[in-house]
C-alpha cells in the first residue's frame, strides 16, 4: 500500500509542477474532504479541492516554469513524506527561484489525497524574492 501511495504522491506532484494546470487532474487526485497547508505554519489550511485548485491558480499567475526534483520519498501506511527542490521563475521580473520542500501526504482507502502540508524556509525565499520576513508573512496569509 505505500508504494502505491508514493506513486499517487509522484504523480500528483508532476500534475501540480508543470507548466500548464490540469485542474481536473489535480481534483481528481484530491478527497472530497481534502485540505492543504501550503507552507507551515504561515499560511493557514486551504479546504476542499475547488479552494486548494484555486489557490493553485492564483500561485500560476505569479510564476511560470514550476517543477520539483523529488530527492527522497518514503511512507508508512497512509502518509507519504517527500523532500524535493522547487524551482519557479517569476512573472514579474523574469528571476529564478528555487527552494527546498519537506512536503508530507495523508491519502484516504482510495488513494486519493485528504491532507497535505509544506514546509520550507520562507525567509530564505523571501530573500531570493527580495521582499521582508513580514512582507512575505503576509503575502502568505492572504493566499
Known amino acids: 500500500m505505500s508504494e502505491a501511495n508514493e506513486g499517487v504522491v509522484r504523480e ?18 484530491l478527497a472530497p474532504a481534502a485540505r492543504w497547508q501550503p507552507i507551515v505554519p504561515l499560511a493557514p489550511p486551504v479546504e476542499g479541492p475547488d479552494a486548494i485548485c484555486a489557490e493553485a491558480e492564483r500561485q500560476y499567475r505569479i ?24 524551482r519557479v521563475r517569476l512573472l514579474a521580473d523574469d528571476r529564478e527561484i ?5 512536503g508530507v501526504f495523508g491519502l484516504d482507502e482510495q488513494g486519493r489525497i485528504l491532507w497535505w502540508r509544506e514546509y520550507w524556509d520562507a525567509l530564505d ?14 503575502m502568505m496569509q492572504s493566499a
Do not use: P, W
Not at 132 to 137: A, I, L, Q, T, V
Open 125 to 138: 525565499v523571501a530573500g531570493q524574492i527580495g521582499v521582508s520576513g513580514e512582507h512575505m508573512k503576509a
Open 12 to 29: 500528483f506532484l508532476a500534475l501540480f509542477h508543470a507548466t500548464e494546470l490540469d485542474l481536473a487532474k489535480i481534483r481528481a487526485h
Open 98 to 102: 528555487i527552494t527546498r520542500v519537506t
Open 63 to 86: 510564476y511560470a516554469d514550476c517543477d520539483c526534483v523529488v530527492l527522497k520519498i518514503a511512507s508508512n501506511g497512509d502518509t507519504v513524506f517527500t523532500e524535493r527542490v522547487d
